[in-house]
């Protein structure tokens, strides 16, 4: 689906990932669940191009339904993963803490699970070779990809900014569909690691230069990064 010029999403407000899409190649932001792997090849159709055009993929941290098709991708295109070094060992299978389930409604839990099945989430292919990145660097991949750290809902969570499309891509640092509440707009995601320090993180994000929030789950959402940090912000205070 497009977002935007240049900017595709694979998936839907469940679980989703993005593309920047350049006359350089493609970047892809988070990999869903394995099943988006369809989901990407029919986007690529659409778009007149191939996996071949594919530079690397960025991972905004390691937890199983970001990784979906990126070792797959790797293998079969060469292109490479990069995570930040504190998200890695997760990314390859390593432990996760165990983290308070909070407030949740049947229907959306329900919804998640039921989606997450269908794309294959009890099959995650965990990730073996990885790039590590780190807070400040300009990747040199399509979209000019920026790193932002934002340790919090994991301790190697990033955002990634490309000013080429003004987007800000937050994997789980936000959330605008919660998936065990069903709750819509701007808020604190599900299953993190430090809900405190994943809030008061967002303040990094303020003043850059994005017309789309994009989470990894949840609709994009169209306003300026200092709105959206406001709005999850007034939730917790």
């Known amino acids: 689906m497009q977002i935007a010029p240049h900017l595709h999403r694979i998936g839907n407000d469940i679980v989703a990932a993005y593309l920047i899409v350049t006359s350089d190649g493609i ?3 988070d990999a869903g669940l ?5 989901d990407l090849q029919r986007e690529l159709v659409t778009l007149d191009r191939s996996l071949a055009d594919i530079r ?3 991972l905004t941290h390691g937890d199983s339904d970001h990784l979906g098709f990126a070792e797959r ?3 079969e295109t060469g292109a490479p993963i990069h995570i930040h070094p504190a998200d890695a060992d997760r990314a390859r299978g390593g432990e996760k803490p165990k983290t308070p389930l909070g407030r949740f409604r049947a229907l959306p839990v329900v919804s998640f699970a039921a989606y997450a099945l269908r794309k294959g989430a009890a099959r995650t292919t965990y990730v073996t070779e990885t790039i590590g990145i780190s807070d400040g660097q300009v990747l040199d991949l399509p979209g000019s990809p920026r790193v932002i750290g934002l340790p919090g809902h994991s301790p190697g969570s ?3 900014l490309s ?3 003004r987007a800000l891509f937050v994997g789980d640092a936000l959330t605008t ?3 065990l509440t069903g709750d819509r707009g701007p808020q604190p995601a599900p299953f993190t690691d430090d809900p405190a320090q994943a809030v008061a993180i967002l303040d990094r994000l303020r003043g850059t230069d994005a017309e789309w929030i994009l989470p990894g789950h949840g609709a994009p959402w169209r306003g300026t990064p200092d709105a959206a940090i406001d709005a999850v912000q007034a939730l917790v205070s």
Do not use: E, F, K
Request: glycine share 8%; hydrophobic share 50%.
């Open 177 to 179: 569909r919660h998936v």
């Open 163 to 165: 000013a080429d499309v």
């Open 158 to 160: 990033v955002a990634i």
């Open 56 to 58: 690397g993929i960025i």
């Open 34 to 38: 394995p099943g988006h792997w369809r």
């Open 73 to 75: 991708l790797r293998r």
């Open 27 to 29: 970047t892809v932001i």
